[in-house]
T-cell receptor, first 113, second 117 residues
Framework: SQTIHQWPATLVQPVGSPLSLECTVEGTSNPNLYWYRQAAGRGLQLLFYSVGIGQISSEVPQNLSASRPQDRQFILSSKKLLLSDSGFYLC????????????FGQGTRLTVV | AQKVTQAQTEISVVEKEDVTLDCVYETRDTTYYLFWYKQPPSGELVFLIRRNSFDEQNEISGRYSWNFQKSTSSFNFTITASQVVDSAVYFCALSDSITSGTYKYIFGTGTRLKVLA
């Protein structure tokens, strides 16, 4: 069966520090991968999606970047965090072909102080 | 533009009451999918249902039921005889075609359901 792992679960980082959140998927190959952010009390905003290794599409210009160095690995990064980067970050995957649902990781709660 | 609207920000009900969560969507696609997810306090999004645009049959799964009406662009979710464990944030989502075989998911802002004992 397929599983998605996301870590760390919580993170407190000072303003101006770098960020690296990692997500890996097991049990499937060639998935679509997504990074979403959920600000406190708000909906889910799509940040990045990827349809293959090295292929990244950005939905919202911001202080963050994403990379997909391997088929089932998706990384969210920042060189210098801002206070506004605080939020709940969710990684998700879906099957490449056809309409299917997305499956989400357990999320990372990031607090920038 | 693709859009999902969940006008109810928060709903409180007493246990055993029925409750309906509303979802209205906008899409340019003729073929699309709609989804409902549950987000318990732990934060992880749990998939509940997927419905395609060609199937307007209502669906029932235990205490959960879904009413899809293309004419009003709505996909509402009803919980019958609510329980405290149903307390969560519920998200409605819409698929948005990027390329053939690739989709992204547009989410509503969610409805927080509180079921009181």
């Amino acid at each position: 069966s397929q599983t998605i792992h996301q870590w760390p679960a919580t993170l407190v980082q000072p303003v101006g520090s770098p960020l690296s959140l990692e997500c890996t998927v097991e049990g499937t190959s060639n998935p679509n991968l997504y990074w979403y952010r959920q600000a406190a009390g708000r909906g889910l905003q799509l940040l990045f999606y990827s349809v293959g290794i090295g292929q990244i599409s950005s939905e919202v210009p911001q202080n963050l970047s994403a990379s997909r160095p391997q088929d089932r690995q998706f990384i969210l990064s920042s060189k210098k965090l801002l206070l506004s980067d605080s939020g709940f970050y969710l990684c998700a995957w879906s099957v490449r072909a056809g309409h299917t649902e997305a499956f989400f990781g357990q999320g990372t709660r990031l607090t920038v102080v | 533009a693709q859009k999902v609207t969940q006008a109810q920000t928060e709903i409180s009900v007493v246990e055993k009451e029925d409750v309906t969560l509303d979802c209205v969507y906008e899409t340019r696609d003729t073929t699309y999918y709609l989804f409902w997810y549950k987000q318990p306090p732990s934060g992880e999004l749990v998939f509940l249902i997927r419905r395609n645009s060609f199937d307007e049959q209502n669906e029932i799964s235990g205490r959960y039921s879904w009413n899809f009406q293309k004419s009003t662009s709505s996909f509402n979710f009803t919980i019958t005889a609510s329980q405290v464990v149903d307390s969560a944030v519920y998200f409605c989502a819409l698929s948005d075609s990027i390329t053939s075989g690739t989709y992204k998911y547009i989410f509503g802002t969610g409805t927080r359901l509180k079921v009181l004992a």
